[in-house]
């Protein structure tokens, strides 16, 4: 099977960095237990999420080289940290990337993903790449739903599955925390080019670049509130705990639609 975009092969991440259009301070890092934030002086102050990804295994060696003087770097080199290694560093730049991006609200809906795949994948086959809280909703709602994770629940699929399960899916909800791990490449080439496929998580970048990559459509998080937000990661909340945001979904001209269509 042909890949879905060869474009995809280009870099979502080089394609995001790339595009970035200032480049302020870092005021602040957080890294919390299960959220990671940053925020960026620009004016106003503009604060990104990201899932913490720590490593599966940790033997002494540093996870943040620079831990305890990221504040030096600008924003745009904070970023950069995505393209690292460490998933670690990547939670970082990925937070730091989602501050520096100016969203266009005007481009987005005030929705959350959960509906979007509902919708969608009503009567259909739903692929859903890691396992987020709405999945027994989509398998009571989808014809066929498959859920892969790297560390499968009772009736997930391991993620080595994908290779024979995305190319089968109507509808694909890929988790954004695939640009931290760098797998997002690989899993969007599996997708079928008449695919739905939406990125989606808080660590999502609210970006329109990703519809080159053969997005349809992204849902992510602003954060209106950094002082809130801030706070609650620091305290080790949950994404449902994390105060001061917004959940918004951006979708390509041709994939959107009413809730109710």
Known sequence: MQPKHTSARVGAIELLLHNLQDDPPVDQVVVGAFWTAVVVGSDPPRCGL???LRPITHRGSPQVSDAGHLL???GRELAGLLRSESTLEASIGMAALNALLQVEESNCTEINAREVILARGAG???AVVGHFPFVKRVRQAAQECWVLELQPRAGD???ERATTVLP???VVAITGTSLINHTFEALIDMCRRDAFV???GGSTPLSPLL?????SAVSGTKIVDFSAAMLSVGQGATFPQIGGKRLLTMMREEASLSIDD
Do not use: Y
Request: hydrophobic share 45%; proline share 4%; aromatic share 4%.
């Open 168 to 170: 089968q899916a109507d």
């Open 157 to 159: 699929l391991p993620a």
């Open 50 to 52: 990201a899932s913490t």
């Open 124 to 126: 259909r086959r739903v």
């Open 72 to 74: 030096k770097r600008s």
């Open 211 to 215: 519809f080159d990559c053969g997005v």
């Open 198 to 200: 939406i990125l989606l």
